[in-house]
C-alpha cells in the first residue's frame, strides 16, 4: 500500500518498473507459457433451461420504482471529520407514460415532468466520525438519529408504517406477532422482540430506551465514537426497500385488483444480508400469504453488474433469441447451478440464499441485445438445489416478462426506464453534488 498524500507531502506513486521483475521471472515465464486460450468454437453452453416468454400474457397496468444512493464525504483538516448523506426515492407511472417517451432521444421536459409529478424522495445524513450529536451520547444520539430518519415528516412516516408493517407481520389482521429478537445496543443483552406495535421499549437487562430501529441492527456498524461507512449503505438498502414495500402496503390495504395489476421494481437484487437478513423471512412470509389469499405480487429487482451480469454477458451468444424476430427467453437459475457455475463453489456449506435472498435469479434474454439478470420471488424460500427449475415456482412471471418490453431504454445498455428515472431522482453525484454537501456541511 502506498503511502498516503497529507497536508505537507504528497502521497506515494507506484512503482512505474515494478512490472519488469515480473516480467524478467523465470517462473513466471514458465507459467505463463502453460497458459491455454480455450478455442471459442469448443465452449459449450451451459446446462440450463430456457422458456419461452408468453407472447399472450397481459401486461401489468402500473409500476413502482425504487432506488438510493449514499455520499461519504470527509475534510481534508486533522482530525478527519466524516459525514454520510442518503438520499432514497419512490416513483410511480404507467406504461402508457413510458410508451410516450423517445426511447432513444427522450425530450427531458417529459422526463422532468413525470418525475416531478409522480415522485417522492427521503433524504438524511449520519455522522460518521469526530463529528458530535449536540446534547447526546454518540451511541444513542446515533440510533435515535436512525429512528427519527425513517419517520421523516416530508413522508408523513409511511415507510415508518412499513417498517412496523413487515416486523409485526401486520399484514395477518388479527394476530399480533411480536418483532423479531435483537440485543441490546447498549449492554449487548438478547431482547426477545418488542411488544406488537410498539415504537419503544425499556431493555430488561440494563434498562436503556430501545427503538424498533434497533431490530434491525444498524448499531452493529458503530464504535463508541464512530461509525463505519457501511452503516450509511446499509440504511440505504433497508429504506428503499421500505419506499417500495410501502406501496405495496398502500394497495394490499385499499385494493387488492390495483396491486394484482401493478410491477414493484426495485433497482438491485432483492437481498438484505448479515444481521439485516432477520427481515427476509417476515418478506417471505408476506408474498406467500398474498400469494395464497389470490392476490401475487409482482416484485422484481435488476441487477446492473456483478457476477450474474458477467456471466450472462460471457454466454448469451450461445442462447436464443439470435435474431429481433426471434421470441424473448428467460431462464430461472437453480441453486445448485449458482454454486458451480456462478459463485465456482464445489460444495457450499449453506443452501443459496437461504438466509438472505427473498428473490430467486432470472436471466432474460429479450432480444440479442438485450441481456437483463432479474430477482423475482417464490414466496416461501425453495429448499432444494434443483430449485428454482420451473417458471411455476417464480410470482407472476408471465406478466413480468410481458411488461419489460413496455419498459426498455436505448440510453444504456439493457436499461429499464422506470429505473433510469428514479436513479435520476435518488443519485447523489460526485459532482456538483458532493462538492455542494461539502460546503453545506462545512466540512472544511
Known amino acids: 500500500m502506498p503511502y498516503q498524500a497529507g497536508n505537507r507531502l504528497g502521497g506515494e506513486s507506484a512503482s512505474k518498473l515494478g512490472h519488469l521483475d515480473v516480467l524478467n521471472s523465470l ?3 514458465e507459467v505463463v507459457q502453460q497458459f491455454e486460450k480455450p478455442d471459442l468454437s469448443e465452449i459449450k453452453a451451459p446446462d440450463i433451461h430456457w422458456y419461452e416468454v408468453d407472447q399472450n400474457a397481459v401486461p401489468l397496468k402500473y409500476i413502482f420504482a425504487s432506488d438510493g444512493s449514499l455520499q461519504h464525504l470527509a475534510s481534508t483538516g ?4 466524516e459525514i454520510s448523506y ?6 410511480r407511472l404507467d406504461p402508457f407514460m413510458i410508451e410516450k417517451i423517445d426511447p432513444d432521444y427522450p425530450h427531458p421536459y417529459q422526463l422532468r415532468k413525470i418525475m416531478t409529478d409522480s415522485a417522492q424522495h427521503h433524504a438524511t445524513v449520519f455522522p460518521m466520525k469526530n463529528i458530535t450529536i449536540h446534547g447526546t451520547e454518540w451511541i444513542s444520539g446515533l440510533r435515535r438519529l436512525i429512528f427519527d430518519s425513517f419517520k ?13 408493517w413487515i416486523l409485526y407481520k401486520k399484514w395477518f389482521g388479527g394476530q399480533k406477532c411480536r418483532s423479531p429478537s435483537f440485543e ?5 443483552a438478547e431482547n426477545s422482540g418488542m411488544e406488537f406495535d410498539a415504537d419503544t421499549t425499556r431493555c430488561s437487562s440494563c434498562g436503556s430506551t430501545l427503538f424498533i430501529t434497533d431490530v434491525l441492527g444498524l448499531h ?15 440504511y440505504m438498502m433497508i429504506h428503499e426497500t421500505m419506499m417500495l414495500f410501502t406501496a405495496i402496503r398502500y394497495l394490499w390495504n385499499r385494493n387488492h385488483k390495483v396491486l394484482c395489476d401493478t410491477l414493484f421494481l426495485k433497482d438491485g437484487p432483492l437481498t438484505l444480508r448479515g444481521q439485516y437478513s432477520k427481515i427476509v423471512p417476515n418478506i417471505r412470509d408476506f408474498l406467500a400469504y398474498a400469494m395464497q389469499k389470490g392476490a401475487p405480487v409482482h416484485l422484481c429487482g435488476q441487477e446492473k453488474t456483478g457476477k450474474f451480469v458477467d456471466f450472462f454477458q460471457g454466454t448469451a451468444h450461445l442462447f436464443k433469441p439470435l435474431d429481433k424476430v426471434d421470441v424473448p427467453r428467460f431462464s430461472p437459475l437453480s441453486h445448485k447451478f449458482i454454486h458451480s457455475e456462478v459463485q465456482r463453489k464445489r460444495e457450499p456449506q449453506y443452501p443459496y440464499g437461504y438466509r438472505t435472498n427473498y428473490g430467486e435469479k432470472v436471466l432474460l434474454k429479450q432480444s440479442p441485445h438485450h441481456l437483463f439478470v432479474l430477482n423475482i420471488p417464490t414466496g416461501q424460500y425453495l429448499d432444494d438445489d ?14 413480468i416478462m410481458a411488461t419489460i418490453p413496455k419498459m426498455i431504454s436505448y440510453r444504456h445498455e439493457s436499461a429499464l426506464v422506470p ?9 447523489l453525484s460526485n459532482y456538483p453534488s458532493a462538492t455542494v454537501l461539502k460546503l453545506f456541511s462545512g466540512l472544511e
Open 27 to 29: 517462473f513466471v515465464n
Open 78 to 81: 486533522n482530525p478527519k471529520r
Open 86 to 91: 442518503v438520499k432514497t426515492a419512490l416513483l
Open 152 to 164: 421523516d415528516p416530508q413522508l408523513d412516516g409511511e415507510p415508518y408504517e412499513t417498517l412496523k
Open 184 to 188: 441490546c445496543p447498549e449492554c449487548y
Open 220 to 234: 452493529m456498524e458503530m464504535s463508541e465514537e464512530a461509525a463505519s461507512e457501511t452503516l450509511a449503505s446499509a
Open 386 to 399: 434443483d430449485k428454482p427449475n420451473c417458471k411455476e415456482d417464480l410470482i407472476g412471471i408471465d406478466r
Open 419 to 427: 429505473i433510469e428515472l428514479v436513479n435520476g431522482i435518488a443519485s
